[in-house]
């Protein structure tokens, strides 16, 4: 019987692998650390062990997403900053805070009193279009990013 991974991460595989899909492993290296797997196009192909996780393994993804909060300013000089909750795969649902990298400048120039400033769960966009924020969390999901990036929902 083949041995059944799911990818974790796709690393810098874009458009040949998918988080959280299931590949059968044609071939493994163990000493390169490398299985073998057919692609998403359709391709045989090496890849680094550590982009998979065993079958059975909870790879929970991106399912929706929404703003929280009205968007007043959808520009790249927006002060704003807007949470958003996430929904994946597995039900479970998270928040964080979104800003453009104007809003992260203005916040940081209000809020530095002393020597560091720690911003918790904040994501910095290039603006608060749909587009732009949605291709943004499905790269950060893709990469295993969004888990980490986010709070649980309480």
Not at 130 to 152: C, G, T, W
Request: glycine residues 4%; charged residues 30%.
């Amino acid at each position: 019987m083949k041995e059944i991974v799911i990818c974790n991460s796709i690393g810098s595989y874009s458009g040949a692998l998918t988080r959280g899909k299931e590949y059968v492993v044609i071939e493994e290296n163990k000493e390169k650390e490398q299985i073998r797997i057919v692609d998403d196009n359709n391709r045989t192909r090496w890849y680094k062990k550590y982009y998979f996780v065993p079958h059975g393994t909870s790879v929970p993804v991106l399912a929706k997403w929404k703003f929280d909060d009205e968007i007043i300013d959808s520009s790249e000089k927006s002060l704003e900053h807007i949470e958003v909750t996430f929904t994946f795969s597995d039900g479970q649902r998270r928040w964080c805070s979104i800003c453009t990298k104007q809003g992260l400048k203005d916040y940081v120039e209000r809020n530095m009193d002393g020597n560091v400033l720690l911003i918790e769960n904040q994501i910095i966009v290039k603006d608060f279009s749909y587009e732009i924020v949605n291709r943004a969390f499905f790269d950060l999901d893709q990469q295993n990013e969004l888990l980490n990036a986010s709070l649980l929902y309480n």
